[in-house]
């Protein structure tokens, strides 16, 4: 969207809410470009009787985005999705290691015992969560909002 001088304007308080309306309900969607792509945004099923708000990238999304390790990492995923983290070793088993082990050996043997590896998914569980994660970007554009009629031209 733009003004009249041809510059992007923010997305305004009552097109968010109009946002997040739309994605309270069951198979709620939207669209946004930022940065010449276009995100979409669709209420779905992620699991039996759960639904979530995904965020697709171009009309797709591949996880192996979300991953820095890998050869598909997409750094545009950073802005978009959502950051997850996750404990190398888990809180019993660190705690299973420092006692097999004490402390020092436990730190000499698994040095990234304490680390913890950050990825990005697609999924946010409520419109508020990826509300406020968009809001903070700069030239987000409104394209639609709803599921919008899909005519064939002639």
């Not at 700069?138 to 005519?151: A, R």
């Amino acid at each position: 969207m733009a003004d009249r001088t041809g510059c992007e304007m923010a997305i305004t308080k009552e097109q968010w809410a109009e946002i997040e309306e739309q994605l309270q309900d069951m198979f709620g969607r939207v669209e946004l470009m930022l940065e010449g792509r276009k995100l979409t945004l669709e209420k779905r099923f992620v699991k039996e009787n759960r639904l979530a708000i995904l965020v697709f990238i171009d009309g797709s999304f591949n996880l192996g985005w979300g991953f820095p390790d890998m050869d598909s990492f997409d750094e545009f995923v950073q802005k978009v999705w959502r950051e997850r983290t996750h404990s190398i070793h888990p809180p019993k088993e660190r705690a299973r290691i420092i006692k097999t082990f004490g402390k020092r050996a436990a730190k000499k043997h698994f040095p990234r015992l304490d680390e913890k590896l950050s990825f990005w998914t697609p999924d946010f569980s409520t419109a508020k969560s990826l509300r406020r994660k968009l809001q903070k970007l700069e030239g987000l554009e409104v394209v639609s909002i709803g599921y919008q009629s899909q005519t064939a031209e002639t």
